[in-house]
Structures are given as C-alpha cells and as structure tokens.
C-alpha cells in the first residue's frame, strides 16, 4: 500500500523518495531552450554567411567595376590617339588672334616681298610682287599668282618613306590630301589639297635640296581672309576636326627655337660679363635653347646700342652672337674701343631678334 504525503513518494517497501516530475519537467524544458539557442545560432551563422557571400559579391563588382572604369578610360585615350594626330607644324592654329604666335608684334604685314617672315614660322615666297598678311581672327591673304605663305619643316629627312595628311581649314570648311612621300627625292614632290577658295589651298613641298614645307598658296592671284587653321600629320586621314585651340605657351616655346626678340617696346639692358681691347662680352638669359647660333637682326643706333656707364653711345660697334649653356652672349666688336665697362640696350623705338630660323 503506498501514499504521498507532502510530495514525498512512498513505495510498498517503505522507502520514500522526492516527487521527480518537476525536475524531468525543468530539465526537459532546459533542452527545449538549448535545441532553440542551437537553431539559433546555426540561423545566425547562415546568415552571417550570406552576409560574407554579399560582401564578397559586392567587393567582385566594385573590381569588375573598376576594371570597367580603366578600360573606358584607356579606349578614350586611344581613341584620343586616334583622332587627334599630332601637328608638324607649329603656330598652327589663327581663329584667334590673341593666340597666334606673332613676336614681331604687327597687326598687318602689307607690300612685304618674298623671303620676308610674318607671324612666327610663316613667310611668303613664289614670286617678287609683294604679298600682304593681315593678322585677325583667320588670317587674310592677298598675293599674286604663284605666291604663298609657308612653313619650313624641321628635320624632313624623318618624312622620307612616310604617308603624310595635310589640311587647311577656310571659314567653316576642312580640306585635304594625302600623300607618300618617296624615300629618295629625286624631283620635287607634292601633293596639295582641293581648292578652298577660287585656286587657293594647302600643299606638302620636298624639294631635291632636302629642305620640306607646307605652303598656303594659288596659281592665280587671289585675297582670301578666314584662313583658321593648317595641319600635317602622319598618316591617312584628317584629324584636325578634332584639334583644341593651340597652347599659346606651348607653341611660344616651339617658335623662339627659331626667332627670340631682346626688347621692345620695353628696355632689355645688359651690364658687360668681359671686356677686351677690341670687343665687349654682354651674357644674356633666354627662354628656350635655340635650334642654332642666331643672326642678330636689327642695325646699331635705330634697334640696339651700346653705352658707357655714364650713359654716353659709343658708336661704331657690330654685333653677333653664340648660344653658350645657359643663354646667349652677345659680342660688340669695335677696334680699340677704349671702354673698360659697358652696357648692351635695344633703342626705345626698336627690338633684337635672334633669328634662328631654317
């Protein structure tokens, strides 16, 4: 016979023991709870998981991204490459008149003969009536048959065997022609571009005595103004639809290899660095290292002049110069010239130029 009595379990043998339902009942109840801690964490390492796999998807497309960006960038470069041909030529570009290169400082070149420079690296030549250049927004051009204002190339044996383009732009309108040159000139060699303009156009010159340009010319007479742009490039095709404006600064630079003006309308003094018996040594710095010795143009007393230090003119001096490492020294040659000291001016109506040109 058994009974319970105060929750004690009482069995037949006598011996009482705690009722244990409550336990089996909590402990079931802890299981439950860990089961549940167990699903959850195993959800959240499921999701963190697919946190990881999204970070690592997501750091793939900002790669394949940037991989993208490179790509795009390195084709417009190319196609940069492509449109945009380098120009032979420089102070190429005149639909703006305040970035064309012109260290001679002239609005207009009127009545000028052949042989004469203008705006940096052009000059006319063809025929001895006189040619007339006026600098605006696009050059304007009058000259008689046979004229042209052109440019002389430097180094042209680098063309020989080549496929050269040349253009010239007139008002809104690009024109051009291609042509290979030889690799030995045995005549003269052209190739020019359509008429622009009644007969006016643009064309590629080699000469048998090696030296190569590019002329803006007619072989009737003809004034012709709009003149924007010229261009020779390697290959086949035109690129100068494609051109910015020129880099003033950059195509100063390329121009005083050829032409540097000392002075003008300001003063350029310089203070002697020798002086001999028969000639006096003035060190003058220059811009640009240029392509050889210069001339020196300009005459004693109407564009330069040498002075004593008490400002008095020593006339009778000539002038030449010598490119040395750092600029240009210019050497004043008199016989016994009697300074022990001097100074180099440019007049104050007048300029020097170095005149390295081809």
Known sequence: MSNIENGMKCFPIGVCLPDMQPALDAAQSAQETAEQAAADARAAREAAGGAQAAADA????????????????????????????????????????????NQRGKDSYPD????????DGWYFGGNTTPFSLMVDDGLQLAYEAGGYLAQNIEFPERLLGKTLTVSVKVGGNIYFATGTVPSTI?????????????HFGAEFVFYTNGIACVRLSSPTAVSVSHVHCVKLEMG?????????PQDYGAELAKAQR??????????????????DT??????????????????????????????STTSAWIRGFSLSAQ????????????TAHGLSDAMFSNTSSGAVYLDARI
């Not at 032979?88 to 639909?95: G, K, P």
């Not at 000028?112 to 705006?119: E, H, K, N, R, S």
């Not at 290292?289 to 109407?302: L, W």
């Not at 490119?323 to 008199?334: D, E, F, V």
């Open 58 to 101: 997501a750091q793939a497309a900002a790669e394949n991204a940037q991989g993208t960006a490179n790509e795009a960038r390195e084709a417009a470069a190319n196609a940069l490459q492509v449109t945009s041909g380098r120009n032979i030529l420089y102070n190429w570009d005149f639909r703006h008149k305040d970035s064309i290169v």
């Open 112 to 119: 000028v003969l052949a042989g004469t420079y203008t705006i």
């Open 186 to 198: 045995t005549s003269t060699f052209v190739f020019r571009t359509e008429p622009a303009f009644a």
């Open 236 to 244: 086949s095709v035109s690129t100068m639809a494609n051109d910015p």
């Open 258 to 275: 050829y032409l540097i003006r000392l002075g003008g309308p300001s003063y350029m003094r310089a203070r002697a660095t020798y002086v």
């Open 278 to 307: 028969n000639y006096i040594e003035f060190n003058i710095p220059i811009p640009v290292y240029m392509r050889a010795n210069p001339v020196i143009v300009g005459t004693e007393g109407t564009n330069w002049a040498i002075y």
């Open 323 to 334: 490119l040395n490492g750092c600029g240009i020294t210019l050497r004043a040659t008199k």
